[in-house]
């Protein structure tokens, strides 16, 4: 059974820093694009950053120089470091898994290609 697990959202006060987690069981993380997205109240759910089979990473504008993501093989995670926190940074973050490996360069920011979902973890930026 596919499964992603996210874990490490919460309170941070602006200009703070925070680690997201997305543990995966049921499947190999490194023969699947990783993708970061978040998804704030009242807006579309967005691209954050992708780390690909070939270990490509792509970032979204808005988080460039702020955010890295990364891979763990042996634990089988991905996880995405958020640096210099700002308030639109809210959202709930989703891990998702794109099985094509993030083959197609020009969607591994976009949802479509991803079959599997995490649950989401919050993450609030407010002082």
């Known amino acids: 059974q596919v499964q992603l697990v996210e874990s490490g959202g919460g309170l941070v006060q602006p200009g703070g820093s925070l680690r997201l987690s997305c543990a995966a069981s049921?499947?190999?993380?490194?023969?699947?694009?990783i993708g970061w997205f978040r998804q704030a109240p009242g807006k579309e759910r967005e691209g954050v950053a992708c780390?690909?089979?070939?270990?490509?990473?792509y970032y979204a504008d808005s988080v460039k120089g702020r955010f890295t993501i990364s891979r763990d093989n042996a634990k089988n995670t991905v996880y995405l470091e958020m640096n210099s926190l700002k308030p639109e940074d809210t959202a709930v973050y989703y891990c998702?898994?794109?099985?094509?490996?993030?083959?197609?360069?020009?969607?591994?920011?976009?949802?479509?290609?991803?079959?599997?979902w995490g649950q989401g973890t919050q993450v609030t930026v407010s002082s």
């Open positions: 049921g499947f190999t993380l490194d023969y699947y694009a």
């Open positions: 780390f690909t089979s070939d270990s490509r990473t």
């Open positions: 998702a898994a794109d099985p094509s490996g993030g083959y197609y360069r020009d969607y591994v920011l976009k949802i479509r290609l991803y079959e599997y």
